[in-house]
């Protein structure tokens, strides 16, 4: 039997419908569009992230992929990497884990590029004018494979590109100042590996 994906005319259409399941999904022209799972480095730079904010501003504060954020343009939802909420955001989202476009923006998004052109674009074009439209105030782009991190600040609506770090360079966030190393993002796992293939 051939089941025929569910097409919605909006996104309150969309967001009344369950599957079942735990999926994330993308809204593309009104379809569906399964969101695949990330990579293990993808996955450990996010964790290095989360516990640096969540150190900071508590956990409730900080969102990992699960986030759902709405956006204009195709699709019509992102699911940041990370994601610094607003303290108004955490009884908001009790409900379901999505930042609507009728609330206020985030404070901060963070992306992990993904290998490949088609996600490098996503990144670094699309999901820039998207966040920029959204009016979030600070947007980091975090890119394992050129190990750097693209800080952009928005201003008079328009993200100017505030520094690209890379080597051992403080990562200083417009709002909360100095957090972490480029090399803590990028380096402290292979760090650790070497001191357990050592230690065999």
């Excluded at 409900?95 to 009728?102: D, E």
Aim: hydrophobic residues 35%; negative net charge; proline residues 6%.
């Amino acid at each position: 039997m051939v089941q025929t994906k569910p097409k919605f005319l909006s996104f309150e259409e969309y967001l009344s419908y369950n599957d079942g399941t735990e999926h994330l999904y993308e809204l593309l022209n009104g379809e569906l569009i399964e969101v695949p799972p990330e990579s293990g480095e993808h996955v450990q730079i996010a964790n290095r992230l989360f516990l640096v904010f969540a150190l900071l501003l508590g956990t409730d504060r900080v969102r990992g992929h699960g986030l759902e954020l709405e956006v204009r343009g195709e699709p019509r939802n992102r699911y940041p990497d990370l994601t610094i909420l607003r303290a108004e955001h955490i009884e908001q989202l009790k409900p379901r884990n999505t930042i609507r476009l009728s609330m206020a923006p985030p404070l901060l998004v963070i992306e992990i590029v993904s290998p490949g052109e088609l996600q490098r674009d996503r990144d670094y074009v699309a999901k820039r004018m998207q966040y920029q439209d959204h009016a979030i105030p600070e947007y980091w782009i975090v890119d394992p494979q050129l190990q750097t991190v693209l800080l952009l600040e928005l201003k008079n609506d328009v993200y100017i590109e505030v520094t690209t770090l890379s080597g051992n360079a403080p990562v200083r966030s417009t709002q909360f100042g100095d957090l972490i190393s480029t090399s803590q993002i990028f380096a402290i796992a292979s760090k650790e590996n070497e001191s357990d293939d050592r230690s065999l």
